[in-house]
């Protein structure tokens, strides 16, 4: 079956607006990717992005976009000795506008091999993504860029 996870977070700000904070490349180097974002997630692009902790960027294929609703990538997952080579996962971004205002934001990753590199590279993009959140709700809700010097 592999290894999978979903977390989630409310942003106190409307969907559209936090669906553009993941969108919009310039927005995404703000507060998640510190080495930058090179391209806008539309259905059938690959872009970049690139992180301080993890230097090199990383290409990123966007398999679906539904505005304000979801975002569908697919990436590669870490390296490991299985025979088969190597593989990539798949992530889903939900965006769910709530009564009170704020957006719900949930992040599921699923496709990891069952062994210990995929259960390593699991357990590492749940915190990644979980990071992710938070640095999101902080940069949105309050302009601070939550990443800025923490990995460098």
Same mark, same amino acid.
């Given at each position: 079956m592999?290894?999978?996870?979903t ?10 607006? /936090?669906?553009?904070?993941v *969108?919009? +490349?310039? %927005?995404?180097? $703000? ?6 974002a090179?391209?806008?997630l539309?259905k059938?692009?690959t ?5 301080h902790?993890?230097p ?6 966007v ?8 975002? /569908?990538l697919?990436?590669? *997952?870490? +390296?490991? %000795?299985?025979? $088969? ?7 889903t971004?939900?965006?769910e ?6 957006t719900?934001v949930s992040i ?9 590199a995929?259960r390593?590279?699991?357990?590492g993009?749940?915190e990644?993504?979980t990071?992710?959140?938070c640095?999101?709700r ?12 923490f990995?460098?």
């Open positions: 592999g290894y999978e996870f977390v989630r977070g409310r942003i106190a700000k409307p969907v559209h607006e /936090v669906f553009e904070a *969108a919009d +490349p310039k %927005e995404l180097s $703000a507060y998640f990717t510190t080495g930058g090179q391209g806008r539309e059938g692009a872009v970049t992005w690139d992180f902790d993890f090199g960027a990383f290409p990123v294929n398999v679906d976009v539904v505005p304000d609703e979801k975002i /569908v697919r990436w590669d *997952a870490a +390296p490991d %000795e299985d025979a $088969a080579g190597l593989y990539q996962t798949t992530v971004m939900s965006f506008a709530l009564e009170d205002g704020r719900l599921h990753e699923e496709g990891f091999r069952e062994n210990d995929g390593k590279g699991a357990f993009n749940c990644g993504w990071g992710m959140l640095a999101m902080v940069w949105k809700e309050h302009g601070i860029r939550f990443r800025e010097g990995y460098k």
